[in-house]
């Protein structure tokens, strides 16, 4: 049985072709921009939450950008971190376009609720921010500088519940479901303060500001990392650079350059390894490759996500998603003492049809992989570009509390949960 893994391990490694070193074309917005297609169908379905700096007639027409020709330059829209001005809850609220007006309220009560110096850094690299029914997956258009933010995170009543467009983010790959591999293992994972799920709330008819609280930030911090990957504040503090330059252009030009904080992380996810064509075979779901792993088992899959660097199996799904996902969780865990709970789920059979009292054996699994010898060296690494006054030591020594907890051999998931 070892043998034949063997064989699939090279089989997967002789299927594409590609090389990190090669030209790049374009980024993933425009497959992002697709996905949402229904939001940029109608202009003006969004409005400013109140009055900034910057024109309402501007805000709509550098928010539905779809073609980087048609961006606005950093002379229409400076980044909120331009200008060496402060940034507050009051400039990012006078940056919001929101479908509902309650969304824009809610949004402003959960950021005063947020403490953290460094969420508010982060947001130096937007230059707006748009929360709407409309969205779904939220994403960060690097076209035009935005964060699109999905109504879901934002609702307190039933009568907001009911607004929250809910439809499946395709681009999370999991080895099981009517859609996707019906493979024998599955990639699960949970985000936790005190052994209590964030998402529990969400679940409910009604929650407060307070509950969305912690699933928000966490959302804002991935789409800011992936706006700081591309405008970095080392790049828009630069008293050199061309403001009359669209944005869509100078994203474009840091991408094609391998100019991006993503590109110079320590020890990088080789995008072509046993772990990324994995993640394209399951995603593929058709084809001799994909046939090949329908033999595969979760403890050959824990092992293998286990002896590369990235937090989360998504951070395979691109380099910018490897950056988002470490910096999400390292943030996480400094500010709120967010819990990544992790782990490969084995089923005993394809297509198994799970019992509600099933208990999730698991192949492999771990509590806080973010403190992984390695994977928290690139994680700190990749802070130390984003911030300018970044100071590791003590950033480092805030995370004692916290430890790295391995899952034991025939361990279930609700007992591994539970330690």
Request: glycine share 6%; aromatic share 10%.
């Amino acid at each position: 049985m070892k043998t034949n893994f063997v064989i699939l391990i090279l089989a997967l490694l002789s299927a594409c072709g590609g090389s990190k070193s090669g030209d790049r074309v374009e980024d993933s917005s425009g497959l992002l921009i697709s996905k949402n297609q229904v939001f940029f169908e109608k202009f003006g379905e969004v409005q400013p939450v109140q009055k900034s700096e910057i024109k309402k007639e501007t805000l709509l027409k550098c928010t539905y950008v779809i073609e980087r020709a048609d961006s606005c330059t950093l002379q229409e829209l400076p980044l909120l971190g331009m200008n060496s001005k402060k940034i507050t809850v009051d400039r990012i609220i006078g940056r919001t376009m929101v479908s509902h007006r309650f969304l824009g309220e809610n949004f402003k009560a959960a950021l005063l609720k947020m403490s953290s110096e460094y969420l508010m850094q982060l947001f130096g690299s937007v230059g707006i921010i748009v929360i709407s029914d409309k969205v779904n997956p939220s994403f960060y258009n690097s076209r035009s500088g935005t964060i699109f933010i999905s109504a879901r995170y934002l609702w307190t009543t039933p009568e907001q519940k009911k607004l929250a467009t809910v439809k499946k983010d395709d681009r999370v790959v999991t080895g099981s479901g009517p859609k996707k591999a019906p493979l024998k293992f599955e990639f699960y994972g949970l985000q936790v303060v005190d052994k209590k799920n964030i998402w529990s709330a969400s679940r409910d008819s009604s929650r407060t500001v307070e509950e969305l609280k912690l699933p928000l930030y966490r959302l804002l911090v991935h789409e800011l990392a992936h706006a700081n990957d591309y405008l970095p504040s080392s790049f828009y503090q630069n008293l050199g650079i061309d403001s009359y330059r669209k944005i869509g252009e100078l994203t474009l030009r840091r991408f094609k350059r391998f100019d991006l904080i993503s590109d110079s992380l320590l020890e990088p996810l080789e995008r072509e390894s046993f772990m990324a064509r994995l993640q394209k075979a399951i995603n593929s779901s058709e084809g001799e490759l994909f046939g090949q792993l329908l033999e595969m088992t979760a403890e050959l899959a824990g092992e293998l996500f286990s002896n590369e660097s990235a937090v989360d199996p998504y951070g395979h799904y691109t380099q910018n998603e490897d950056l988002a996902m470490l910096v999400e969780d390292l943030l996480g865990l400094h500010d709120y003492q967010i819990e990544r709970i992790q782990g490969v789920i084995s089923y005993p059979s394809l297509n198994f049809l799970i019992p509600e009292d099933y208990n999730y054996p698991l192949a492999w699994g771990q509590n806080n992989r973010i403190l992984e010898p390695t994977v928290l060296g690139r994680a700190m690494e990749a802070a130390s570009q984003l911030f300018p006054s970044f100071n590791a030591v003590e950033f480092k020594s805030s995370l004692q509390g916290f430890k790295l907890i391995q899952a034991e051999k025939g361990m279930g998931w609700r007992e591994f949960r539970a330690l």
